[in-house]
């Protein structure tokens, strides 16, 4: 901390003078310093007061490579109060039984046949009514405590498919969004494990969707992941596909079984049309050649579903077909539509999509001797 004239060349001679004297130590490649400032208008304010707010200034800069130094105001307190707020109403929402989460499902493109479920967590507030997850799950990927709340939902999703199968009614396989955050914080595969264990279930019922941007954050780990989950029976799928910047890298070493496209690449307006559909068909084909399935997400109209058909995405995701709903519904819709075992979808898409037969082909090329 420095207690200097409120003079902003004077402040940014004390950034430049760090900056210079940093870049001449070894091993301090990439460290660019941030500054928060306090003008202090109130000296009533106690010292500590004033360095908080300093800190808190300098903590709004995270991430902001551009913008290094930065002036308090009032408005970041109640941010940061805010935030603090929402963390303490969701530690107690979650013993509460606050937070539930919604199905919406996967169909068959041909068919409309129901082949899996999405569970999507919802926070039913007490005061609010029901809050969408972007509301609250960046803050609590932030914190970390997301994870509590994202085992609070895998747990109750076993705990339905065991009700469901206890009951004797209609189970198909639901996918659960797993945290990048969360595979930092526990051992996601033990922890999966464990609960279809605890429930008796089929490991088969419970499928993982990873985004593809934690492919990208932490890719030896994810990997590492991936192949865990694999060794214990679960179905991966990497969600958002296209969404992210190394997502063509990331497929080549990841052992993924699904690829969610992102809702992006259906989204076409009439100036990207023709590109747009040359896009998803290279990108259908390839997920085709590496033997993925492929579930197009967003889908919410007749034309994007006769595309997608056209181009032989089996499995699709949108308001077109269902949007999420309450497990009541849920089960009251698998028990009145027909159903398609997920798993016999996949095996005989593998036999249609044998690799080897692009590998086969590979081969008969001539060599690049032979060829000269
Ligand atoms: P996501 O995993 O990509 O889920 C798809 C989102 O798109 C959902 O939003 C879904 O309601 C919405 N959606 C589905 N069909 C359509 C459509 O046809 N058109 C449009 N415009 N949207 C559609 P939701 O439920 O608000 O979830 C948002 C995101 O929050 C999810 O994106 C996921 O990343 C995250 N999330 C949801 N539940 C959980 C959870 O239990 N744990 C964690 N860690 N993340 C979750
Ligand atoms: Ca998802
Ligand atoms: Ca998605």
Redesign the pocket.
């Known amino acids: 901390f420095l207690f200097l004239p409120n003079d902003n060349g004077l402040i940014r001679l004390v950034f430049q003078t760090v900056c210079d004297y940093v870049q001449n130590q070894e091993q301090m490649e990439g460290f660019l310093p941030i500054v928060g400032v306090y003008p202090i208008t109130d000296s009533e304010r106690s010292v500590g007061t004033m360095c908080n707010y300093a800190q808190i200034a300098a903590s709004t800069l995270k991430g902001k490579f551009s913008q290094r130094i930065c002036y308090f105001e009032a408005a970041m307190v109640e941010s940061l109060e805010k935030k603090q707020r929402v963390l303490h109403e969701i530690n107690n929402g979650i013993p509460n039984g606050e937070f539930v989460?919604?199905l919406?499902p996967k169909c068959d493109s041909r068919t409309r046949k129901i082949t899996s479920m999405?569970?999507?967590?919802?926070w039913i507030h007490p005061k609010r009514g029901l809050i969408?997850?972007?509301e609250f799950?960046p803050i609590?990927?932030k914190s970390g405590l997301?994870t509590r709340?994202?085992m609070y939902?895998?747990n109750s999703v076993c705990q339905t498919l065991r009700r469901w199968q206890d009951e004797h009614k209609p189970v198909v396989p639901i996918s659960?969004?797993?945290?990048i955050?969360?595979i930092e914080n526990i051992d996601v595969p033990r922890y999966l494990s464990s609960l279809t264990e605890q429930y008796h279930l089929d490991p088969k019922y419970l499928m993982a969707?990873i985004?593809e941007t934690a492919f990208a954050e932490s890719n030896a780990t994810v990997k590492q992941t991936i192949d865990r989950l694999h060794k214990k029976g679960f179905t991966v799928l990497m969600?958002?596909f296209g969404s992210g910047y190394s997502s063509l890298n990331m497929l080549k070493d990841a052992n993924i079984d699904i690829l969610?496209l992102?809702?992006k690449f259906v989204e076409m307006n009439e100036e990207n049309h023709n590109k747009g559909i040359q896009i998803m068909d290279s990108v259908i084909s390839m997920a085709h050649r590496l033997n993925l399935l492929i579930v197009a997400?967003?889908?919410?109209t007749s034309a994007q579903v006769s595309m997608l058909q056209s181009m032989n995405c089996l499995c699709v995701?949108?308001?077109?077909f269902y949007?999420?709903m309450p497990i009541t519904d849920a089960e009251q819709l698998l028990s009145q539509t027909p159903i398609e075992d997920y798993h016999e979808l996949r095996t005989s898409f593998a036999q249609q999509h044998n690799c080897e037969e692009y590998l086969v082909s590979y081969e008969t090329l001539p060599s690049v001797s032979e060829s000269i």
């Open positions: 989460f919604y919406q999405e569970a999507l967590v919802r969408p997850p972007n799950i609590l990927e997301i709340l994202d939902i895998w659960i969004n797993i945290s955050i969360d969707e985004t969600d958002d969610k992102d809702m997400e967003g889908v919410e995701q949108g308001y077109y949007r999420p």
